[in-house]
Nanobody
């Protein structure tokens, strides 16, 4: 059974930084993609960033230039460095792994991920 555990959430002021981590367990085959998603109250879950097994990454327009996704394949760990945080970045952040072929075409679409973490809360005050 694949298990994903996020950490690193917290409360920061606007303009601050946070680094999220996500360790995945229970698999020997590298995921095609690992991604970060977020969901704010009353809003749909949205893709933030995703990274392929070869290191190619994709970002939502709203976070480009501020967030950086990375992965350490040896440690099965995914990271999200978030800089210049804005109040609109506040949400529950989830990491996800995908072994689904569909993820290659749409790496920021949540339906293309088959394993999810429990989430870590990010709060940004203005």
């Amino acid at each position: 059974q694949v298990l994903l555990v996020e950490s690193g959430g917290g409360s920061v002021q606007a303009g601050g930084s946070l680094r999220l981590s996500c360790v995945s367990y229970g698999h020997t085959v590298r995921p095609l993609y690992m991604g970060w998603f977020r969901q704010a109250p009353g809003k749909e879950r949205e893709g933030v960033a995703a990274i392929a097994s070869d290191g190619r990454s994709v970002y939502a327009d709203s976070v480009k230039g501020r967030f950086t996704i990375s992965r350490d394949n040896a440690k099965n760990t995914l990271y999200l460095q978030m800089n210049s945080l804005k109040p609109e970045d506040a949400a529950m952040y989830y990491c996800a792994n995908s072994w689904l072929v569909a993820v290659v075409a749409e790496p920021l679409r949540d339906r293309n991920y088959n394993y999810w973490g429990q989430g870590t809360q990010v709060t940004v005050s203005s």
